[in-house]
């Protein structure tokens, strides 16, 4: 009977000791639940401002090609209106060519 009696405490002290553990290992579950449910907030955060800063870089981009869409049109504005000036530079002098022969005809 006392062999039966220190069994049944030895008993009693292993079912308390597992309850233990196992009280000890929920409360480990629960904490890396809590972190990955924190995780994943910060996760979708961090996805939410990725999205942002992405259609934010694309409108610059857009910009960009904009100015520079606009710089090459207006650098070939300015190639076509240098052109112009030197084709119009050109027959001014053909002009005044023609003109000096002409003055020297009527001045004879």
Do not use: Y
Request: proline share 0%; net charge negative.
């Amino acid at each position: 009977a006392e062999r039966a009696g220190k069994e049944r405490e030895r008993e009693k002290e292993r079912a308390a000791s597992l309850e233990s553990e196992r009280d000890k290992l929920r409360a480990e579950r629960d904490a890396a639940l809590a972190s990955l449910s924190s995780l994943e907030g910060r996760l979708a955060s961090a996805t939410k401002e990725a999205s942002a800063l992405s259609a934010e870089n694309d409108r610059h981009l857009l910009e960009h090609a904009r100015v520079v869409a606009d710089r090459d049109s207006a650098r070939s504005e300015r190639d076509r209106a240098e052109e112009g000036k030197r084709a119009a530079e050109k027959e001014n002098a053909e002009l005044q060519g023609v003109c000096e022969e002409l003055m020297a005809i009527v001045e004879g």
